[in-house]
């Protein structure tokens, strides 16, 4: 499984914004923060490749400016696309607004349905599904990617934003957990010293395959991997 991660907006545009005690709020910096923390998430915990999609960029405007996202899209199973969402209407009434998430007309609604359903536990009221042809999304469906636009939370909503804002690493874990769900992703393996020690130094199999049939071979392995992950 090859997941593409894309922080909506950025390259200039903030997106929704919004200022609480004198902070001042970006969707796009939101945005960046949550694909890093849920990239890492993922890969500490399932058998999955994760690639961002370049954080200086703007999915959206490269798109608007008639470049093609296709090398980005190249041998992905799915692409999320990740938003804040703005009402217009702040006020800190106690009420949480929620998430969404948009899927192309005509796209895979299980995993968007999982995204929604696993942010609910966390507070964040479930609005569901949506279908409309954002251009990133869209963009991924013609070539051949299943693709969802998250809308985790409302960013100019104080209710949503304050429990996003606290919540930030359980947010990118629930988000990793739906997507586990919904692909079925398998947990990540220990990794035995002798992967840890090829993997660090680079090393070819013939190379391990020599270290390990040298007498003391499992003692050295382990206790270069021990070293490597201390
Ligand atoms: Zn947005």
């Known amino acids: 499984m090859k997941l593409l991660l894309i922080a909506g907006h950025g390259a200039g545009d903030p997106g929704a914004t ?7 709020y970006r969707e796009a910096d939101e945005t960046r923060d ?9 890969k500490k915990r399932y ?19 008639g470049r093609s ?25 106690g009420r949480r607004k929620g998430t969404e998430c948009y899927i192309p007309v005509g796209g895979e609604a ?16 479930n609005r569901g599904v949506r279908h409309k042809n ?3 999304i869209s963009a991924a469906k013609r070539a ?14 104080p209710d949503d934003c304050s429990l996003w804002l606290q919540n930030k690493e359980a947010v990118a874990a629930a988000i990793a957990d739906g997507l586990c769900r919904a692909f079925s992703l398998p947990l990540r393996q ?20 020599y270290l390990a049939s040298y007498r003391w071979g499992k003692e050295l392995l382990d206790k270069l991997a021990a070293a490597i992950t201390r």
């Open 18 to 24: 919004a200022t609480y005690a004198g902070k001042r």
């Open 34 to 42: 949550l694909a890093a923390r849920l990239a890492s998430e993922l």
């Open 47 to 65: 058998e999955i490749t994760v690639t961002q999609f370049d954080p200086a960029k703007n999915a959206y405007t490269e798109l608007q400016r």
């Open 69 to 93: 996202l296709a090398a980005s899209f190249s041998g992905c199973d799915y692409a999320l696309e990740l938003h804040f969402n703005a009402s217009g209407v702040s006020a800190a009434d």
């Open 110 to 125: 299980g995993p968007a349905a999982a995204l929604c359903a696993a942010l609910q536990p966390l507070g964040f009221p």
């Open 134 to 136: 954002f251009a990133v």
């Open 144 to 157: 051949g990617v299943p693709a969802a636009l998250l809308e985790v939370c409302f960013l100019d909503d």
């Open 190 to 209: 220990p990794r035995t010293s002798r992967e840890i020690v090829q993997t660090a130094a680079g090393l070819s199999d013939g190379t391990m395959d």
